[in-house]
């Protein structure tokens, strides 16, 4: 009989550590997509839009660029998509405005143009410093440094895409953050 007992506990035990850690592998996988996950303005987090989009798709047949996706394998609720020479239309805020849930956060025109979606990074070795970038960026955010590339000021990045659509050298990339804020 006690034999049976320790059987079964270290049976329990083994199923038990198998589950967790497959969970914690699901979990990790799930984390690095949502991780890389650009949301459409006033979708605040992954978690909170996850919880509160109905997937409607409103937002998606709203945005005159196209840069919203419907929910996929890589995340279960719409999310922003730049490729194909796309970014966040600086002055549009549509899709927060046929958001029926409250999904996309209702954003004023001045709250839109100062809430940062994502975050644009420079790869200064493919940087041609041509300076397109620098006078197309509707935020400013975009300077020279010593050497005569382009950086951003991290401070003044909204994550808008426009500096990735126009640089010809593809030197410029738009990665997700974790929470949008108003800078």
Known sequence: NKRRKIITAVAVAAIFTGALKA???????????I?????????????RL??????????VNACPNKIIKKADSNFGAIHLE????????YGCKKCSE????????RLSEKEKQNTRIAMAVINKDKCLSCGICEKKCPKE????DDAGKREIESSKCIGCGKCA???RPKAIEIYGIKEQTII
Request: charged share 20%.
């Open 23 to 33: 969970g914690v592998e699901i979990s990790e996988r799930a984390f690095k997509n």
């Open 35 to 47: 991780k890389n996950v650009i949301l459409p303005p006033g979708g605040i987090s992954p978690k």
């Open 50 to 59: 996850l919880n509160k989009c109905l997937n409607c798709n409103l937002c």
């Open 82 to 89: 730049y490729g194909f020479g796309k970014y966040c239309e």
């Open 98 to 105: 046929v958001c029926p849930s409250g999904a996309l956060k």
């Open 141 to 144: 955010a975009i300077k020279s």
């Open 165 to 167: 659509k126009i640089c």
